[in-house]
């Protein structure tokens, strides 16, 4: 099963909002609301930021929100700041019982 | 307060087996309602979900590495170990155990170890 898909890169000043979308099919993305986001920085484990589409870990900055719309979900940050500078995977639960990550973002805070 | 401590050989050798140990202290493995899990990263590269695991034994595996892959729990140790057969330079990555931020198996992983690199190579 293929990787969902997310861009590349993304870049925002501070003070900004951006958005990383992941997209996938009906079998992981689409067909379920098990939809998480991950912030890495280099070096560093991955932090869950999201989970459920939607939902926000106790100590997360609520300038973090998720969303989906059909076969894609959309991590939004707004007022971005340079301690946002990391990178952001996707992952879903899958109809075949599993689970699959996004190829993930850079973000870059100019 | 959880952590989630992984160990192992840095090193192993191309068509050998991998075997990896992830140490759990302040929770107690058996009794929670919780997965484990084991995933990957290769240098540079993005996320692969390997597999999970309940204290039951009950698991579940990527179906890509599934022939290949063995996770295990011993609770009388607190540990969630991996095995990964047949080795190549491809299975080269850092290896993180993680658990569950909820109940379920699909929960996302929501406590992290800081990952071990391993490096296949002869």
């Known amino acids: 099963q293929s990787a969902l898909t997310q861009p590349a890169s993304v870049s925002g000043s501070p003070g900004q909002s951006i958005t990383i979308s992941c997209t996938g099919t009906?079998?992981?993305?689409?067909?379920?609301?098990?939809v998480s986001w991950y912030q890495q920085h280099p070096g560093k484990a991955p932090k869950l930021m999201i989970y459920?589409?939607?939902n926000r870990p106790s100590g997360v900055s609520n300038r973090f929100s998720g969303s989906k719309s059909g076969n894609t979900a959309s991590l939004t940050i707004s007022g971005l700041q340079a301690e946002d500078e990391a990178d952001y995977y996707c992952?879903?639960?899958?109809?075949?019982?599993?689970?699959?990550f996004g190829g993930g973002t850079k973000l870059t805070v100019l | 307060q959880l952590q989630l401590q992984e160990s192992g050989p840095g090193l192993v050798k191309p068509s050998e087996t991998l075997s990896l140990t992830c140490t759990v202290s302040?929770?107690?493995?058996?009794?929670?309602?919780?997965?484990w899990g084991w995933i990957r990263q290769p240098p540079g590269k993005g996320l692969e979900w390997i597999g999970s695991?309940?204290?039951?034994?009950?698991?579940y595996y990527t179906p890509s590495l599934k022939s290949r892959v063995t996770i295990s729990v011993d609770t009388s140790k607190n540990q969630i170990s991996l095995k990964l057969s047949s080795l190549t330079a491809a299975d080269t990555a850092v290896y993180y155990c993680?658990?569950?931020?909820?109940?379920?198996?699909?929960?996302?992983?929501?406590?992290w170890g800081h990952g071990t690199l391993v490096t296949v190579s002869s």
């Open positions: 993680a658990r569950g931020y909820s109940s379920g198996w699909y929960a996302p992983m929501g406590y």
């Open positions: 302040g929770a107690s493995i058996s009794g929670s309602s919780y997965y």
């Open positions: 695991i309940y204290y039951s034994g009950n698991t």
């Open positions: 009906s079998s992981d993305v689409g067909g379920y609301n098990y």
């Open positions: 459920e589409v939607s």
């Open positions: 992952s879903s639960y899958t109809s075949s019982s599993t689970l699959i």
